[in-house]
């Protein structure tokens, strides 16, 4: 039985030789999304003639940020009612729903003729409403001198062990102290500003796939001392989730990695501990994953949802590696075939056993407690309910990393153990199982 007892400490495998540390530009890429042509209609900027240069550099920067697009349209629904932000997002091809909300707010939106800032508003057939996308706020990254736990690195690639509850890149709320504010530091760059392209908040994240084949609307660009270039963040991790992620300092490495992730031939192993033990021990999951109707923050794994234009396909494997806590718990391996945005959580949560810590997807401190608590004696209840409030986080670490250098064109290999909270709270369910 493979044990985590046996990991020590970060390791690379490869045939290939190390490079010497070069720092070099570091950006993200950047991408116009589309927007339906009859909504480019009104804008609150100054206009430029629009032949001229100037007018042609104007649309180009309205199209990729959505800011004074105004939308007017009469609302033609079969039957009922829908959601005024709803309603919207699905008529300006690309723009978050996030976004919509912040233009509702701020008064940008009328139904009518009369103004409605709430956001859950119904709409019904034959409602006429405007709406005027709001200005996006410039966001300027800082580079900032945190630690960064670097496991390996060259010229062209750098491979990361970030910790929990580090944010990968900045976004409103989270303007400092990410993983983006610390490689600028430690690229010695001066700046990134941000601009022209929307950001996403934790709770709109997108998809490992989207980053790579860059589908994503709200891809994120870095724009330092005036030079747009394209290397960056090739992949993500939520803000809980620990473990390895391999950043490209390069335009070729980044292109390179990209298309590894599109033809899903990069190696992604996480380990996780869940509530409860899956049925059987080890399969293969293949359910689409799309945005949860009843909570935005949310993904959910829809079966039978090829009709579903929101869903899309995802597969992952998985096997128990660990039965912990009499049954209560297990640690669990999950090898990626897809890279859709909370893949794991939400087919964990599918197969019923959400990962312990993960409130957001059912594994709330009450569930563990209900597992946990008949398998333990009732002298270590205590003990039982301290571990159980100490869960900050969902349980989940990328512990291994493989894929093709860019440049060497050799197989490299990453592994790294989980962090120490992670490892107490494996350490303390082994307990478990002696007191029970």
Not at 155 to 182: D, I, R, Y
Not at 189 to 210: H, Q, R, T, Y
Not at 249 to 255: G, L, M, N, Q, V
Request: charged content about 20%.
């Amino acid at each position: 039985m493979l044990s985590l007892y046996y990991y020590s400490s970060c390791s690379f495998s490869s045939s290939s030789k190390l490079f010497q540390t070069s720092p070099s530009l570091f950006s993200f890429s950047s991408r116009n999304p589309r927007i339906h042509s009859k909504f480019l209609r009104t804008f609150t900027a100054i206009p430029a003639a629009p032949n001229s240069d100037e007018g042609q550099q104007s649309l180009a920067g309205r199209r990729a940020n959505y800011g004074g697009v105004n939308l007017e349209e009469t609302v033609d629904i079969n039957s009922g009612k829908l959601r005024l932000d709803s309603w919207i997002s699905s008529r300006i091809t690309g723009i978050s729903r996030a976004r919509v909300q912040s233009s509702i707010r701020s008064g940008l939106v009328s139904v009518n003729g009369r103004i409605v800032d709430k956001v859950s508003h119904n709409v019904k057939a034959g409602d006429m409403v405007n709406c005027t996308i709001s200005e996006l706020q410039p966001l300027r990254a800082e580079p900032e001198n945190i630690p960064l736990d670097i496991v390996f690195e060259d010229e062209h690639v750098l491979v990361v062990n970030k910790p929990a509850h580090m944010v990968v890149h900045p976004a409103p709320g989270n303007a400092s102290g990410t993983l983006v504010n610390g490689i600028l530091h430690h690229c010695s760059l001066p700046f990134a500003a941000f601009s022209n392209e929307e950001i996403l908040s934790d709770a709109e994240d997108i998809s490992d796939d989207d980053l790579s084949i860059d589908k994503s609307p709200n891809e994120l660009n870095f724009s330092i001392s005036g030079a747009s270039i394209r290397p960056g963040i090739v992949h993500r991790l939520d803000k809980g989730t620990s473990g390895l992620l391999v950043v490209a300092k390069d335009e070729h490495s980044h292109a390179h990695l990209s298309e590894q992730f599109k033809l899903h031939t990069i190696q992604r192993v996480y380990i996780s501990l869940t509530s409860g033990i899956p049925s059987p021990i080890a399969g293969r999951v293949e359910v689409p994953i799309g945005r949860d109707v009843n909570n935005r923050i949310r993904m959910a794994a829809i079966p039978g949802s090829n009709n579903c234009r929101q869903a899309r396909h995802a597969a992952s494997r998985y096997k128990v590696i660990e039965i912990l806590a009499a049954g209560g718990s297990a640690l669990v391996e999950w090898r990626l075939e897809t890279g859709r945005t909370h893949q794991i959580r939400a087919h964990a949560k599918y197969l019923g056993i959400p990962l312990l810590g993960d409130e957001v997807y059912g594994g709330t401190k009450s569930m563990a407690l209900s597992l946990l608590r008949p398998r333990t004696a009732a002298s270590h209840h205590g003990q039982l309910l301290q571990l159980v409030s100490g869960l900050e986080r969902p349980c989940l670490h990328a512990l291994a990393l493989g894929f093709r250098h860019p440049h060497t064109m050799e197989n490299v290999y990453f592994s790294c153990p989980p962090p120490a909270d992670f490892a107490e709270i494996l350490s303390q369910l082994r307990r478990m199982d002696l007191l029970a």
